[in-house]
């Protein structure tokens, strides 16, 4: 196991590093940047950033125009002092070419240096530790409850598969399947959070503002007032894959002989479903519970991180990427990435701990 440990370690480096070339050169070939950002500004008579970082009034900045070469660079740049545009890309890096800052960064990330956010004034490793609570939160929750539904649901369909119960809770699961969790967040807002009929519940944060002056068990019951319309729309979002998943696996192995062989020396069905059958056919859906959490975590809480206005990773993410604030971008996909690698490796080793037959070593 240690070796297997050591290949799947190894295996990381090139993965964590395809992952960051081919999302870098993505980025450097999309159109805008953090320059033109500052350039748009500008054209905006939005000073104020650019004066603080360029030491300079506006009668400077635009005392002289762009050479054709940085105003074929620069969409909009005419009219700018090219000196405004050299200070700026050389605050920003892009003063030297994209090979020499993918080295420069990468080398950085090795030694966990995520550098300073473009517009935030913070660190990009403050910037996630300051939102990751509320990530958490979310993720956190939602995987809890979306395990405690599907899989006794997915066991119950097993054992009744065919009955009207199944076929009744069928329809309910290919609702969760056909329609994504941001349309449920926004069904649920115009329901319950003063859309349109019910004022029920908030719409930003996860806390009220006088959430310091109340005491711990209504502080505790503010939390979960906030999170009950994102985390519903979550799980029901989530729930339907798991709960085939479950479904499935249970049919699977209630068919074999096993099985049969347990009923015949007459063991109660619940014996045979809870001693026997459990353990195998909950091995898939436990060992991956790692990478379902990372996959609510990091994926499926963006857009209702958004819709709810709540200030966690996604929300992060998704700022970042509008505002082009490239070490905010890069450097939570470069952790991100690493911890995902990591927890699918945490799963593999769930495998071995649920059912100990199973032995990756033997399969380098």
Same mark, same amino acid.
């Not at 240690?2 to 980025?27: C, E, H, K, S, V």
């Not at 459990?278 to 963006?302: D, E, K």
């Given at each position: 196991?240690?070796?297997?440990?050591?290949?799947?370690?190894?295996?990381?480096?090139?993965?964590?590093?395809?992952?960051?070339?081919?999302?870098?050169?993505?980025?450097?070939?999309?159109?805008?940047?953090?320059?033109?950002?500052?350039?748009?500004?500008?054209?905006?008579?939005?000073?104020?950033?650019?004066?603080?970082?360029?030491?300079?009034?506006?009668?400077?900045?635009?005392?002289?125009?762009?050479?054709?070469?940085?105003?074929?660079?620069?969409?909009?740049?005419?009219?700018?002092?090219?000196?405004?545009?050299?200070?700026?890309?050389?605050?920003?890096?892009?003063?030297?070419?994209?090979?020499?800052?993918?080295?420069?960064?990468?080398?950085?990330?090795?030694?966990?240096?995520?550098?300073?956010?473009?517009?935030?004034?913070?660190?990009?490793?403050?910037?996630?530790?300051?939102?990751?609570?509320?990530?958490?939160?979310?993720?956190?929750?939602?995987?809890?409850?979306?395990?405690?539904?599907?899989?006794?649901?997915?066991?119950?369909?097993?054992?009744?598969?065919?009955?009207?119960?199944?076929?009744?809770?069928?329809?309910?699961?290919?609702?969760?399947?056909?329609?994504?969790?941001?349309?449920?967040?926004?069904?649920?807002?115009?329901?319950?959070?003063?859309?349109?009929?019910?004022?029920?519940?908030?719409?930003?944060?996860?806390?009220?503002?006088?959430?310091?002056?109340?005491?711990?068990?209504?502080?505790?019951?503010?939390?979960?007032?906030?999170?009950?319309?994102?985390?519903?729309?979550?799980?029901?979002?989530?729930?339907?894959?798991?709960?085939?998943?479950?479904?499935?696996?249970?049919?699977?192995?209630?068919?074999?002989?096993?099985?049969?062989?347990?009923?015949?020396?007459?063991?109660?069905?619940?014996?045979?479903?809870?001693?026997?059958?459990?353990?195998?056919?909950?091995?898939?859906?436990?060992?991956?519970?790692?990478? @379902?959490? *990372?996959?609510?975590?990091?994926?499926?809480?963006?857009?209702?991180?958004? !819709? +709810?206005? $709540?200030? /966690? #990773?996604? %929300?992060?993410?998704?700022? @970042?990427? *509008?505002?082009?604030?490239?070490?905010?971008?890069?450097?939570?996909?470069? !952790? +991100?990435? $690493?911890? /995902? #690698?990591? %927890?699918?490796?945490?799963?593999?080793?769930?495998?071995?701990?649920?059912?100990?037959?199973?032995?990756?070593?033997?399969?380098?």
């Amino acid at each position: 196991m240690t070796a297997y440990i050591l290949r799947r370690l190894l295996l990381m480096i090139p993965t964590l590093l395809g992952i960051m070339i081919l999302n870098f050169i993505i980025i450097q070939a999309a159109p805008g940047g953090p320059v033109e950002r500052v350039v748009a500004q500008l054209r905006g008579h939005d000073v104020t950033a650019t004066g603080r970082i360029a030491g300079t009034d506006r009668g400077e900045m635009q005392a002289a125009h762009l050479s054709e070469t940085d105003q074929s660079r620069y969409r909009g740049a005419q009219g700018i002092d090219p000196e405004l545009i050299a200070e700026l890309e050389r605050m920003y890096g892009f003063d030297q070419p994209p090979a020499a800052r993918f080295v420069q960064m990468m080398g950085n990330y090795l030694r966990f240096d995520f550098g300073q956010s473009f517009y935030r004034d913070q660190s990009v490793v403050s910037l996630i530790l300051q939102k990751m609570p509320v990530s958490i939160s979310l993720g956190l929750w939602t995987t809890l409850l979306v395990y405690a539904i599907s899989i006794p649901l997915g066991i119950r369909k097993a054992v009744r598969d065919g009955s009207a119960f199944d076929v009744a809770t069928s329809a309910v699961v290919v609702v969760g399947y056909a329609i994504p969790g941001f349309l449920f967040a926004v069904l649920l807002i115009v329901l319950f959070a003063g859309g349109s009929f019910l004022d029920l519940f908030p719409l930003r944060g996860l806390a009220s503002e006088n959430w310091h002056e109340l005491s711990w068990p209504m502080r505790i019951l503010d939390y979960f007032w906030h999170l009950t319309l994102p985390v519903t729309a979550m799980v029901i979002g989530g729930f339907a894959g798991l709960t085939m998943l479950t479904k499935n696996s249970f049919l699977e192995e209630i068919n074999k002989q096993y099985v049969i062989t347990a009923r015949s020396k007459g063991l109660t069905e619940r014996r045979v479903l809870y001693g026997h059958v459990f353990r195998n056919a909950m091995l898939i859906v436990v060992a991956g519970f790692p990478s @379902a959490f *990372i996959g609510i975590l990091f994926t499926s809480a963006l857009l209702i991180e958004v !819709i +709810f206005s $709540l200030d /966690g #990773l996604g %929300l992060l993410g998704f700022e @970042a990427a *509008i505002n082009r604030d490239y070490p905010v971008m890069f450097g939570t996909l470069y !952790i +991100f990435t $690493l911890l /995902g #690698l990591l %927890l699918n490796l945490v799963g593999d080793l769930m495998y071995t701990l649920i059912d100990p037959r199973i032995d990756f070593e033997s399969r380098g």
